[in-house]
């Protein structure tokens, strides 16, 4: 439940963050699996400082992106590549009515008007958001995509070193170092 009477002054993005959507000028409400929070700050705010939180810059997550899949204008990132989180934005992120929505938790999503879609959380909740089946539907896919291209990365990258580690063990007499 969101608590009227407080307001959060900070708040990190984390595994179980489902949704930050615009609450006036300059507040966010945040949707959580099970809670909802005010906080007083923009949307986009939240998602650069929880990027510096988790050791980069929005514009550092936005420049891999733009190196794993191309995409440059409403970008999706991963926010935490450890805990997997992967946010997209439903507008220009600097635009005040961008919500930014976390990929995991997505069940479905279905057209309600030219301008609006009804998405279906993982825990059942629904919120219809001011974008076009279209392009929400555009902004899961290129997310999917930056997911994809991430996890073969680090696969590729898991595999060269059991490689070289293997070869290393080969080559030394008896395995010892």
């Known amino acids: 439940m969101m608590k009227k009477d407080k307001v959060l002054t900070s708040y990190e993005i984390n595994p179980y963050t489902m949704m930050i959507r615009p609450a006036g000028d300059a507040y966010s409400e945040v949707i959580e699996e099970g809670a909802r929070y005010l906080v007083s700050s ?14 980069s810059s929005y514009s550092g997550r936005r420049e ?7 995409i440059t204008h409403k970008a999706p990132i991963i926010v935490d590549p450890f805990t997997s989180i992967y946010l997209f934005p439903t507008a220009s992120p600097s635009s005040p009515q961008c919500t930014w929505i976390s990929h995991d938790y997505i069940a479905s999503y279905e ?8 998405v279906m959380f993982q825990n059942s909740e629904r919120f219809e958001l ?20 991430f ?12 490689n070289h580690l ?10 010892a170092y």
């Open 42 to 55: 923009r949307p986009f705010d939240i998602v650069k400082k929880s990027c510096e939180y988790f050791g």
């Open 64 to 70: 891999g992106t733009k190196q794993l899949i191309g």
């Open 111 to 118: 057209k309600n008007g030219p301008y609006a879609t009804d």
């Open 130 to 149: 001011p974008i076009s089946f279209y392009s929400l539907e555009n902004q899961v896919s290129r997310t999917a995509m930056l997911r994809i291209k």
């Open 151 to 162: 996890t073969q990365n680090m696969r590729r990258m898991e595999n060269l070193n059991k």
């Open 166 to 175: 293997l070869h290393k063990r080969v080559s030394e007499p008896n395995g």
